[in-house]
């Protein structure tokens, strides 16, 4: 059954049900104001949370302690007077905070005082020889369907990469009797030495503790190799074998499942589409919107919380979205807003929830030669277009990702640059002596996600829409 929205206009809207628009809606509408959460899963829960409401998995030991929290979100949300409306994908979003939403094949077009952007993180690209070929897939993916399903694989995996997500997923593969026959860690050796520093706060932290025993419990069933600086998939059709180079010796192990992951980065798209600025975070190597303290994006009333305001993790997002609701609420019913939690508590939770990150960043800190590729390897899956035809497009006058569009089509098909977009960056600023930063990224429009022409063509349409393409 297709659920339509109730009204045209919300003081507040809130797209992404993951941790971050789970806590700012619940925030909001605990607040009195008149919210409306849309999310294009079949459930909330976004990714950390996937399946939270569904998921085959009941043994809570095998999921984790922190995938739970998920369900206490979701109840204080269910409890609230928000509107959720799930598999509702959001396509356009616009500097007057007009909204257009796709539900069940129609379009709705809507208004909102505040908009909360809390939209996510994808898994950053990991452009190697063969990682197109059926048989490899990410860690993220994987774990999707361990959420959502209870599968994990039984044939020959490997696991390779680096970041907090891959040993998680490695020990939630373990506990439901998945296989496992080799994990390749692609952390850089000298990443040790750059984030020593930052090592009192990683160690004072909650993840420091939770880390080191799930690592353990990984090492202790499977065989890990460390220090992997060469990494390729080959098959006829499908995976066949995995080759890496450690320690300068070269091993190909057969395999029937490659599961690739080297962090994840915030999803820009929807936000870059409604003209927020942005800026090229060196340290988390990636785009991040330009935010102040609350949230607030360069667009007047668009705030932006969680993974898609900067990578910061789970607990970080939940508060992240309850301060983006606290200052809309301030912003709209200043009186209410005195109901909340004080907005310095809320900042000191989140120093607390952020404390070690910067260690972590510096540690996984993902290799030059793991995001930028070089000869045949595929850059944009969509187009089937490789590191040397962009080489190639440089070569003849391409100065950008923008200008790349015109001579190789990169970023323009369904995907629209969330798989190439940050190796295209990378790899211009590399071939043109520039940082990324002066290259930039693709210009997003709307439709940030692909619908059809006839869904289109049936958005309803005043007279004066008519008269502007039709001939007296």
């Given at each position: 059954m297709t659920v339509a929205p109730k009204r045209e206009a919300y003081d507040v809207v809130v797209i992404g049900a993951g941790p971050a628009g789970l806590a700012a809606a619940a925030t909001s509408a605990e607040a009195g104001l008149s919210t409306l959460l849309l999310d294009e899963n079949i459930g909330p829960g976004g990714q950390v949370f996937r399946a939270i409401s569904s998921t085959p998995v009941t043994d809570r030991d095998q999921l984790g302690a922190d995938y739970w929290v998920g369900a206490d979100l979701v109840q204080s949300l269910r409890a609230s007077s928000a509107e959720i409306i799930h598999r509702a994908t959001v396509w356009s979003l616009d500097r007057n905070l007009e909204i257009a939403v796709s539900i069940g094949g129609a379009s709705a077009f809507l208004k909102a005082q505040r908009l909360i952007l809390a939209t996510g993180a994808l898994e950053r690209p990991f452009p190697i020889p063969g990682w197109t070929l059926p048989g490899v897939m990410t860690a993220g993916a994987a774990q999707t369907m361990l959420k959502s399903s209870a599968l994990v694989p039984d044939g020959r995996t490997v696991i390779a990469g680096q970041g907090p997500l891959l040993w998680l997923l490695a020990a939630q593969i373990l506990r439901l009797g998945g296989r496992i026959d080799r994990i390749l860690d692609t952390t850089e050796r000298s990443n040790y030495f750059a984030a020593l520093p930052h090592a009192f706060a990683f160690l004072t932290s909650p993840y420091f503790t939770k880390g080191l025993s799930m690592?353990?419990?990984?090492?202790?069933?499977?065989?890990?190799?460390?220090?992997?600086?060469?990494?390729?998939?080959?098959?006829?059709?499908?995976?066949?074998?995995?080759?890496?180079?450690?320690?300068?010796?070269?091993?190909?192990?057969?395999?029937?499942?490659?599961?690739?992951?080297?962090?994840v980065v915030p999803n820009v798209n929807l936000a870059m589409a409604a003209g927020i600025e942005h800026r090229w975070d060196d340290l988390q190597l990636c785009w991040s919107p330009m935010l102040d303290a609350s949230g607030n994006s360069s667009v007047a009333g668009i705030a932006i919380a969680?993974?898609?305001?900067?990578?910061?993790?789970?607990?970080?997002?939940?508060?992240?979205?309850?301060?983006?609701?606290?200052?809309?609420?301030?912003?709209?019913?200043?009186?209410?807003?005195?109901?909340?939690?004080?907005?310095?508590?809320?900042?000191a939770d989140l120093a607390k929830a952020e404390r070690g990150r910067v260690f972590l960043d510096t540690l996984?800190?993902?290799a030059p030669q793991f995001r930028i590729p070089t000869g045949d390897t595929i850059v944009c899956r969509c187009e089937e277009v490789t590191a040397k035809d962009v080489l190639d497009a440089v070569a003849i006058g391409a100065t950008g990702p923008n200008q790349l569009k015109a001579y190789?089509?990169?970023?323009?098909?369904?995907?629209?640059?969330?798989?190439?977009?940050?190796?295209?960056?990378?790899?211009?600023?590399q071939a043109r002596g520039k940082t990324a930063q002066e290259i930039g990224y693709y210009r997003l429009r709307a439709p940030v996600k692909p619908i059809t022409l006839a869904e289109l063509a049936a958005v309803p349409k005043s007279e004066a829409d008519v008269k502007a393409v039709v001939r007296g």
């Amino acid at each position: 059954m297709t659920v339509a929205p109730k009204r045209e206009a919300y003081d507040v809207v809130v797209i992404g049900a993951g941790p971050a628009g789970l806590a700012a809606a619940a925030t909001s509408a605990e607040a009195g104001l008149s919210t409306l959460l849309l999310d294009e899963n079949i459930g909330p829960g976004g990714q950390v949370f996937r399946a939270i409401s569904s998921t085959p998995v009941t043994d809570r030991d095998q999921l984790g302690a922190d995938y739970w929290v998920g369900a206490d979100l979701v109840q204080s949300l269910r409890a609230s007077s928000a509107e959720i409306i799930h598999r509702a994908t959001v396509w356009s979003l616009d500097r007057n905070l007009e909204i257009a939403v796709s539900i069940g094949g129609a379009s709705a077009f809507l208004k909102a005082q505040r908009l909360i952007l809390a939209t996510g993180a994808l898994e950053r690209p990991f452009p190697i020889p063969g990682w197109t070929l059926p048989g490899v897939m990410t860690a993220g993916a994987a774990q999707t369907m361990l959420k959502s399903s209870a599968l994990v694989p039984d044939g020959r995996t490997v696991i390779a990469g680096q970041g907090p997500l891959l040993w998680l997923l490695a020990a939630q593969i373990l506990r439901l009797g998945g296989r496992i026959d080799r994990i390749l860690d692609t952390t850089e050796r000298s990443n040790y030495f750059a984030a020593l520093p930052h090592a009192f706060a990683f160690l004072t932290s909650p993840y420091f503790t939770k880390g080191l025993s799930m690592m353990r419990e990984v090492k202790a069933k499977v065989q890990v190799v460390s220090s992997v600086t060469e990494l390729s998939a080959s098959g006829d059709g499908q995976l066949e074998s995995v080759s890496y180079v450690a320690g300068g010796k070269r091993e190909t192990i057969p395999a029937d499942l490659l599961l690739l992951h080297q962090g994840v980065v915030p999803n820009v798209n929807l936000a870059m589409a409604a003209g927020i600025e942005h800026r090229w975070d060196d340290l988390q190597l990636c785009w991040s919107p330009m935010l102040d303290a609350s949230g607030n994006s360069s667009v007047a009333g668009i705030a932006i919380a969680g993974d898609g305001a900067g990578i910061g993790g789970a607990n970080a997002a939940v508060v992240r979205g309850r301060i983006a609701a606290r200052a809309a609420v301030e912003a709209l019913a200043p009186a209410v807003a005195t109901k909340l939690a004080p907005m310095a508590s809320l900042r000191a939770d989140l120093a607390k929830a952020e404390r070690g990150r910067v260690f972590l960043d510096t540690l996984f800190r993902p290799a030059p030669q793991f995001r930028i590729p070089t000869g045949d390897t595929i850059v944009c899956r969509c187009e089937e277009v490789t590191a040397k035809d962009v080489l190639d497009a440089v070569a003849i006058g391409a100065t950008g990702p923008n200008q790349l569009k015109a001579y190789r089509r990169t970023g323009m098909g369904p995907c629209q640059g969330r798989l190439c977009g940050l190796t295209v960056t990378e790899l211009m600023a590399q071939a043109r002596g520039k940082t990324a930063q002066e290259i930039g990224y693709y210009r997003l429009r709307a439709p940030v996600k692909p619908i059809t022409l006839a869904e289109l063509a049936a958005v309803p349409k005043s007279e004066a829409d008519v008269k502007a393409v039709v001939r007296g």
